[in-house]
């Protein structure tokens, strides 16, 4: 029985690693434990990789680089993108061309120089011709200023994807790929959504070049990004197929669709195909768990007499839904020859129970007015998934569902220009908490639940300030806060948050290895700081201009500074909530209409540039960088 | 190894290549067309929005953008939505106005015609349909639009549009009381 045990060893996670690690030495100090059991207990499981064991380019400090130069080379470029917007007078438009077509010959020249003679610089050599990549679509920008060519958006766009697949193919760039990528999707969707008419080119280009090139590129993301884009595509152009008379069948593809992926996803079980089992698995599940998750939610809708029924559906839906039940199909059977896991067993197991729900949808127009019974697909599986893996957790995803499902319609949103006062000072106690928790409570889950929370708030609040937009109502509706409960709540998240980062004193990186970094010792007062300057400055009515773009410059400063710190630490929820959080900010600044082109263009060119020499310097330096081991 | 290597440098280049060849290729295409085409000055309606792309810039409406099909020659298969359509314009009384839609070519002119290619947007209803020549949009400093915008009431805008031969067409400038406006 010990054998045994030892043969199929569990396997931990990082977070329970760490804590059965650190105690285990503290009840080997303590007495309770010997040397050899501690050995013995260790061995029972499977210890999650080590650094050492990791391939060179996952080494943390290495993309902590690439995010660095990719965010400032992208700042450069839509920096000079609003340049030429901008349309500077009484320079000749020949000279503006010269200058474009300069700008994008050395950006490449100047990256396949360091990609050939500075192998210790390859990100930077990759950044400087993405540059270029991003040049040259101001390039095409400023030919149709030049000569005032009114082709919309996507045109241009596709034009300037297509320039781009070279490089990413020969250089095998993921970077360019992603761009060539975003710029693909915004042509597609331009297209539809500009004629209302679906547009079927795109299939041809999803399945016949970027596909393929994730295969090419070994890109997990890039390929996870293809299959969600194939399903949106799936339920914008059949949205347009349907017209008006929009109909409850319209997520039977999306449903089918997703069905099909985790059926492919059984066709990855072995080889060198298996890395890419889980990207099939993950958007699959998410595309069938939304578009199943969606039927029951149509039960408490009455349903609109135009709608479309059986017999009115368009062919297009017969076929795509026809096709995709066809893939599902001939996938579940060239799978069940394969060796599969656990998991790929589950599948194959839930499949005929998951196009059941899917198909469930046909059958909702007779259900309308038994409410309950439109939930019968997803209890069928969850009790399905229970059967078969000995797992609650669907079960319980059940009963969270339930919980929106009821009140469904009845959400009434309020914005009160006082809760986003009150957040980056509840976001900072929240933080502080879970560093409390992490530190000195040695209980991390728990902990950064509550980091993730704080952040969230703060970065959230933040963002709302930096819209002039937004700030302007506040300041049309502003009126000093007199209520009790919100200075009552005001203290209380102050003293909250100054009482915790008291206690974390002595938790400082390096001393702690779960201590908060410098750039976090920093955030933390900046942050306490900024509803106590934003109720005065609204209160001495200075808010405008200069606070917007204060506020623009915080929001930087801080993401830029909790990016660093989660790459540091190696905690993906951090930088992925700071890089959300920063494309956001930054897309949403280039998307305003009402600040100068000009200004625009100054402010994100400087900032590309620091951002840019930073990232290149950081490289040349990334050996010494402290990483934070867990 | 090495002459497989310095292949890849050559296609590197080649695509550097490539996307200055793309861009040239429309600002040659455009040149030769402004250059070579046949001058006319059309009245116009401007109005003043702004593109992250491209800048500020001004749409102009034309009178032969909006085709009555009760009152001019046409082909009706060839006005479906997204199609193709050469119009002809003529000048009567001292205005341009269009005289004749076909989904082909029609050949040669008459003199004091010219003929355009656009492609019908917009659903054909009843008697009328849009179409979109390429020359919807005049692009400006930053600023410069609204103050032509302010103009329309008082002054007299046109635009001077230059068509080449297989009817393609390109604003050259905007004049207000024909006199050119100067951006500087």
């Given at each position: 029985?010990?054998?045994?045990?030892?043969?199929?060893?569990?396997?931990?996670?990082?977070?329970?690693?760490?804590?059965?690690?650190?105690?285990?030495?503290?009840?080997?100090?303590?007495?309770?434990?010997?040397?050899?059991?501690?050995?013995?207990?260790?061995?029972?499981?499977?210890?999650?990789?080590?650094?050492?064991?990791?391939?060179?380019?996952?080494?943390?400090?290495?993309?902590?680089?690439?995010?660095?130069?990719?965010?400032?080379?992208?700042?450069?470029?839509?920096?000079?993108?609003?340049?030429?917007?901008?349309?500077?007078?009484?320079?000749?438009?020949?000279?503006?061309?010269?200058?474009?077509?300069?700008?994008?010959?050395?950006?490449?020249?100047?990256?396949?120089?360091?990609?050939?003679?500075?192998?210790?610089?390859?990100?930077?050599?990759?950044?400087?011709?993405?540059?270029?990549?991003?040049?040259?679509?101001?390039?095409?920008?400023?030919?149709?200023?030049?000569?005032?060519?009114?082709?919309?958006?996507?045109?241009?766009f596709f034009?300037w994807a297509i320039g781009i697949v070279p490089f990413a193919w020969l250089?095998?760039?993921?970077?360019n790929f992603f761009l060539a990528l975003a710029l693909f999707i915004?042509w597609t969707?331009?297209?539809?959504?500009?004629?209302?008419?679906?547009?079927l080119p795109f299939l041809i280009i999803l399945l016949g070049l970027l596909g393929p090139l994730s295969y090419y590129l070994?890109s997990?993301?890039g390929l996870?990004v293809c299959l969600?884009t194939g399903?949106?595509w799936?339920?914008?152009?059949?949205?347009?197929?349907?017209?008006?008379?929009?109909?409850?069948?319209?997520?039977?593809?999306?449903?089918?669709?997703?069905?099909?992926?985790?059926?492919?996803?059984?066709?990855?079980?072995?080889?060198?195909?298996?890395?890419?089992?889980?990207?099939?698995?993950?958007?699959?599940?998410?595309?069938?768990?939304?578009?199943?998750?969606?039927?029951?939610?149509?039960?408490?809708?009455?349903?609109?007499?135009?709608?479309?029924?059986?017999?009115?559906?368009?062919?297009?839906?017969?076929?795509?839904?026809?096709?995709?039940?066809?893939?599902?199909?001939?996938?579940?059977?060239?799978?069940?020859?394969?060796?599969?896991?656990?998991?790929?067993?589950?599948?194959?197991?839930?499949?005929?129970?998951?196009?059941?729900?899917?198909?469930?949808?046909?059958?909702?127009?007779?259900?309308?007015?038994?409410?309950?019974?439109?939930?019968?697909?997803?209890?069928?599986?969850?009790?399905?998934?229970?059967?078969?893996?000995?797992?609650?957790?669907?079960?319980?995803?059940?009963?969270?569902?339930?919980?929106?499902?009821?009140?469904?319609?009845?959400?009434?949103?309020?914005?009160?220009?006082?809760?986003?006062?009150?957040?980056?000072?509840?976001?900072?106690?929240?933080?502080?908490?879970?560093?409390?928790?992490?530190?000195?409570?040695?209980?991390?889950?728990?902990?950064?639940?509550?980091?993730?929370?704080?952040?969230?708030?703060?970065?959230?609040?933040?963002?709302?300030?930096?819209?002039?937009?937004?700030?302007?109502?506040?300041?049309?509706?502003?009126?000093?806060?007199?209520?009790?409960?919100?200075?009552?709540?005001?203290?209380?998240?102050?003293?909250?948050?100054?009482?915790?980062?008291?206690?974390?004193?002595?938790?400082?990186?390096?001393?702690?290895?779960?201590?908060?970094?410098?750039?976090?010792?920093?955030?933390?007062?900046?942050?306490?700081?900024?509803?106590?300057?934003?109720?005065?400055?609204?209160?001495?009515?200075?808010?405008?201009?200069?606070?917007?773009?204060?506020?623009?410059?915080?929001?930087?400063?801080?993401?830029?500074?909790?990016?660093?710190?989660?790459?540091?630490?190696?905690?993906?929820?951090?930088?992925?909530?700071?890089?959300?959080?920063?494309?956001?900010?930054?897309?949403?600044?280039?998307?305003?209409?009402?600040?100068?082109?000009?200004?625009?263009?100054?402010?994100?060119?400087?900032?590309?540039?620091?951002?840019?020499?930073?990232?290149?310097?950081?490289?040349?330096?990334?050996?010494?960088?402290?990483?934070?081991?867990? | 190894?090495?002459?497989?290597?310095?292949?890849?440098?050559?296609?590197?280049?080649?695509?550097?290549?490539?996307?200055?060849?793309?861009?040239?290729?429309?600002?040659?295409?455009?040149?030769?067309?402004?250059?070579?085409?046949?001058?006319?000055?059309?009245?116009?309606?401007?109005?003043?929005?702004?593109?992250?792309?491209?800048?500020?810039?001004?749409?102009?409406?034309?009178?032969?953008?909006?085709?009555?099909?009760?009152?001019?020659?046409?082909?009706?298969?060839?006005?479906?939505?997204?199609?193709?359509?050469?119009?002809?314009?003529?000048?009567?009384?001292?205005?341009?106005?269009?005289?004749?839609?076909?989904?082909?070519?029609?050949?040669?002119?008459?003199?004091?015609?010219?003929?355009?290619?656009?492609?019908?947007?917009?659903?054909?209803?009843?008697?009328?349909?849009?179409?979109?020549?390429?020359?919807?949009?005049?692009?400006?400093?930053?600023?410069?639009?609204?103050?032509?915008?302010?103009?329309?009431?008082?002054?007299?805008?046109?635009?001077?549009?230059?068509?080449?031969?297989?009817?393609?067409?390109?604003?050259?400038?905007?004049?207000?009381?024909?006199?050119?406006?100067?951006?500087?």
């Open positions: 029985m010990e054998n045994g045990k030892v043969e199929a060893k569990e396997k931990l996670g990082q977070i329970m690693a760490q804590w059965l690690k650190r105690h285990l030495e503290l009840w080997v100090d303590a007495g309770i434990l010997s040397r050899g059991q501690q050995e013995a207990i260790t061995n029972l499981y499977a210890w999650p990789e080590q650094d050492a064991a990791r391939p060179a380019g996952d080494r943390p400090a290495l993309k902590l680089v690439v995010i660095l130069e990719a965010i400032g080379a992208f700042l450069i470029g839509i920096g000079v993108i609003s340049l030429v917007a901008f349309n500077w007078p009484g320079l000749p438009n020949f000279f503006k061309l010269a200058i474009i077509i300069a700008s994008i010959a050395s950006a490449h020249l100047a990256g396949f120089l360091f990609l050939a003679r500075r192998p210790k610089f390859e990100k930077a050599g990759l950044s400087l011709v993405f540059l270029g990549n991003l040049f040259y679509g101001a390039g095409i920008w400023l030919v149709a200023q030049m000569y005032h060519v009114n082709y919309g958006f996507t045109a241009a034009l250089l095998k760039s993921e970077l915004g969707f331009g297209e539809a959504f500009g004629d209302m008419e679906p547009h070994k997990k993301v996870a969600a399903g949106a799936l339920l914008v152009n059949n949205i347009l197929w349907f017209g008006e008379n929009i109909s409850i069948h319209l997520v039977a593809p999306l449903a089918l669709y997703g069905i099909a992926l985790l059926a492919i996803s059984n066709l990855h079980a072995g080889g060198r195909l298996a890395a890419y089992r889980q990207v099939y698995l993950v958007i699959g599940l998410v595309a069938a768990g939304i578009a199943i998750g969606v039927i029951p939610l149509c039960g408490p809708i009455k349903f609109d007499p135009r709608a479309m029924t059986l017999a009115t559906l368009p062919a297009s839906f017969w076929t795509c839904s026809g096709l995709l039940l066809a893939g599902v199909l001939a996938a579940w059977a060239l799978a069940r020859t394969t060796d599969l896991d656990q998991t790929g067993i589950e599948i194959n197991k839930m499949l005929p129970f998951l196009l059941a729900a899917a198909l469930f949808v046909f059958l909702m127009p007779f259900f309308k007015g038994y409410m309950t019974l439109s939930l019968l697909p997803v209890i069928l599986i969850a009790i399905a998934h229970r059967h078969f893996s000995k797992s609650t957790a669907l079960l319980n995803i059940l009963l969270v569902y339930l919980f929106f499902w009821l009140p469904f319609c009845l959400i009434r949103w309020e914005q009160p220009l006082m809760l986003f006062l009150l957040y980056p000072a509840y976001g900072a106690a929240c933080y502080l908490l879970g560093w409390n928790y992490v530190s000195k409570l040695h209980n991390a889950g728990l902990g950064n639940a509550f980091k993730f929370f704080g952040l969230f708030a703060v970065f959230a609040a933040l963002y709302t300030f930096s819209s002039s937009e937004i700030s302007r109502s506040f300041v049309k509706d502003y009126s000093f806060p007199s209520s009790f409960d919100f200075w009552l709540l005001m203290a209380v998240f102050y003293a909250g948050a100054i009482f915790a980062y008291v206690r974390l004193a002595g938790f400082a990186y390096p001393a702690h290895k779960n201590g908060l970094l410098p750039e976090e010792r920093f955030m933390v007062p900046v942050l306490l700081v900024i509803p106590a300057a934003l109720i005065a400055v609204y209160s001495c009515n200075l808010a405008g201009t200069r606070q917007v773009f204060a506020a623009n410059f915080c929001a930087i400063c801080m993401l830029m500074a909790f990016l660093v710190a989660g790459y540091r630490r190696r905690e993906a929820y951090l930088k992925a909530l700071a890089l959300v959080f920063l494309v956001l900010l930054v897309g949403s600044r280039f998307l305003e209409i009402e600040w100068s082109l000009l200004y625009k263009a100054v402010l994100f060119i400087l900032t590309g540039v620091i951002v840019l020499v930073g990232g290149i310097i950081f490289e040349k330096y990334k050996d010494k960088v402290a990483i934070i081991e867990q | 190894m090495n002459s497989k290597r310095s292949i890849s440098w050559l296609l590197a280049l080649a695509a550097v290549f490539i996307q200055i060849a793309f861009i040239l290729s429309i600002q040659v295409r455009k040149e030769w067309s402004l250059r070579s085409g046949k001058k006319i000055t059309v009245k116009i309606v401007p109005v003043d929005p702004r593109s992250v792309f491209r800048g500020d810039y001004i749409i102009l409406n034309y009178e032969f953008s909006r085709l009555s099909l009760g009152k001019i020659m046409h082909d009706k298969a060839g006005l479906r939505r997204g199609q193709r359509v050469f119009v002809t314009i003529a000048k009567t009384n001292g205005e341009w106005q269009a005289v004749a839609a076909s989904s082909e070519h029609p050949g040669k002119a008459g003199t004091d015609e010219i003929i355009l290619r656009g492609s019908v947007t917009g659903w054909p209803s009843g008697n009328s349909t849009e179409v979109n020549y390429g020359i919807e949009s005049y692009f400006v400093p930053e600023g410069k639009g609204k103050q032509i915008e302010k103009d329309i009431a008082r002054r007299m805008i046109t635009a001077e549009l230059s068509v080449d031969k297989k009817g393609y067409a390109s604003v050259c400038k905007i004049l207000i009381d024909g006199r050119e406006i100067d951006f500087r």
